[in-house]
């Protein structure tokens, strides 16, 4: 078989495999939603470094929430210089629910700054050893039923560790082409039921920005003080609790939760540049990833002009299965109807993998420049 067919057969079968892992996922993944449970004492959890854009947003969704639950919101502004912990105070108002704690401490040796701020806020929770704890993201906005909801996914799993995975909201051109791929890279990858049953840290899914998880288990496994120095938190904090005999879960929240993580080519690329180029381990793992992206997912479109006739219909089929299969998981994701930027995203998914290429390499540039940094906070590897 000449290389060219053989090269587009690869892909075309691989993209067939991910095509029938994300209708998998699209028919069997859980999703949020609100159900019946026992009264909880829960504790929202928010770091905020300069976030006075958006925190108020967050604050004023937790302030409408439906629910029966016995609720407290702990703030942390961490060394922000924007007015984070003002605006957050505002929005606020006279709730008694919520207190806003202001620190000017810098990281301790080892730490990055949102597990240390997120491990300080967990400790003020330390009164309820029953109850349960939801960390969020500042950039976070929430329905009306998000944390019930959440609460009724933890209970429902049976796991120690949930994350509630929100609807990606994208503006700029860059979002568009890279924030899908997000929620695509498992929803095509790994089999989401068998996965939230596992105890294996390899099959874990996690995003930080929506966590909820009991006191006592998130105590049993250290905290955040075991994955201290990460640079992929979510993943390795729910690595920490299989390691610890607890299941962790993921589940789909586009209906409760959604969140702008970017807001520009820029921030997107200083966001990236923080951890990306160590979420595959790593130079050896790395490089074995990004070849596998270029052979499955930049080549097809590439041998759209191969010379063996076979050779460019098996990668027009590949390409085809792959934006299907991104079709498919946007969808899944955020449901609604199919927008004009989201069936663009798709069809330019080759172009995205080597933008994700492109990131990769640059994160770990920054980082081995000691460049890499986060909300005006240098980044050390660990």
């Known amino acids: 078989m000449p290389a060219q067919r053989w090269l587009a057969a690869i892909g075309a079968s691989t993209a067939a495999a991910l095509l029938a892992m994300t209708v998998l996922n699209a028919a069997a993944a859980p999703r949020a939603r609100r159900g019946q449970s026992g009264r909880r004492n829960v504790t929202v959890c928010i770091p905020a470094r300069n976030e006075r854009h958006t925190l108020p947003f967050l604050i004023a969704d937790l302030r409408e929430q439906e629910t029966g639950h016995d609720l407290r919101v702990l703030i942390l502004d961490d060394a922000s210089t924007d007015g984070t912990a003002a605006a957050a105070q505002e929005a606020i108002g006279n709730d008694p629910r919520f207190t806003v704690r202001t620190s000017q401490d810098e990281p301790p040796p080892g730490w990055v700054g949102k597990q240390w701020a997120c491990q300080r806020l967990a400790d003020d929770a330390a009164r309820d050893k029953s109850g349960l704890l939801v960390f969020l993201d500042a950039d976070v906005r929430l329905s009306p039923v998000a944390l019930d909801s959440a609460v009724h996914a933890l209970e429902e799993s049976s796991a120690g560790l949930v994350s509630i995975w929100p609807h990606q909201v994208t503006g700029s051109v860059a979002e568009n082409l890279l924030q899908p791929l997000l929620a695509w890279s498992w929803l095509a990858m790994v089999p989401v039921r068998l996965a939230n049953r596992s105890l294996r840290p390899s099959l874990a ?178």
């Open 205 to 382: 899914v996690a995003c930080g920005q929506f966590l909820v998880t009991s006191t006592d288990a998130y105590r049993s496994i250290g905290g955040h003080a075991r994955i201290r120095g990460s640079l992929v938190d979510d993943l390795d904090l729910a690595r920490e609790y299989r390691r610890n005999g607890h299941r962790t879960a993921v589940v789909l929240g586009g209906a409760v939760a959604s969140c702008r993580m970017y807001s520009s080519a820029r921030t997107l690329r200083e966001g990236y540049g923080r951890w990306l180029g160590h979420a595959f381990g790593g130079r050896a793992s790395t490089t074995m990833v990004l070849a596998g992206i270029v052979a499955t997912q930049v080549l097809p479109v590439l041998l759209f002009r191969a010379r063996d006739p076979r050779a460019r219909e098996l990668a027009r089929v590949g390409y085809a299965f792959l934006v299907a299969s991104r079709l498919v998981a946007s969808q899944v994701e955020r449901g609604a109807r199919l927008q004009c930027t989201r069936i663009a995203s798709a069809v330019a998914h080759p172009a995205g993998a080597a933008v994700v290429i492109a990131l990769v390499l640059d994160s770990r540039a920054r980082h081995r420049r000691g460049q890499a940094t986060w909300r005006q906070r240098p980044l050390r590897l660990p």
